[in-house]
Nanobody, 123 residues
Framework: QVQLVESGGGLVQAGGSLRLSCAAS????????MGWYRRAPGKQRELVAT???????YYVGSVKGRFTISRHNAENTAYLQMNSLKPEDTAVYYC?????????????????WGQGTQVTVSS
């Protein structure tokens, strides 16, 4: 069973920084991509950033130049460095990963989600 565990959320003043971590564990054969979504109060879930195994990254326009996604492949961990935070970045941030497992000699690829971590940016 694969699990994603996030950490690093909290309360920060506008202009500050936070670093989110997402650690994947379990019967992992390979991690094909990892990313971060967020859901702000009263808003739809939004894709924030992704990184594929080859290193290709995507950022939503509102965080470009402020957020950086990275991965430590050997530790099955992804990070989201968030700088110059704004009150509008306040949300629950969720880690997601596209993971291939081996079950009964079969390779099965699924999307997994973390439990979410709250990021609150005060003005």
């Amino acid at each position: 069973q694969v699990q994603l565990v996030e950490s690093g959320g909290g309360l920060v003043q506008a202009g500050g920084s936070l670093r989110l971590s997402c650690a994947a564990s379990g019967s992992i054969f390979s991690i094909n991509g990892m990313g971060w979504y967020r859901r702000a109060p009263g808003k739809q879930r939004e894709l924030v950033a992704t990184m594929r195994t080859g290193g290709n990254t995507y950022y939503v326009g509102s965080v470009k130049g402020r957020f950086t996604i990275s991965r430590h492949n050997a530790e099955n961990t992804a990070y989201l460095q968030m700088n110059s935070l704004k009150p509008e970045d306040t949300a629950v941030y969720y880690c997601t990963a596209d993971i291939t497992e081996v079950r009964s000699s079969m390779r099965i690829t699924s999307d997994y989600w973390g439990q979410g971590t709250q990021v609150t940016v005060s003005s």
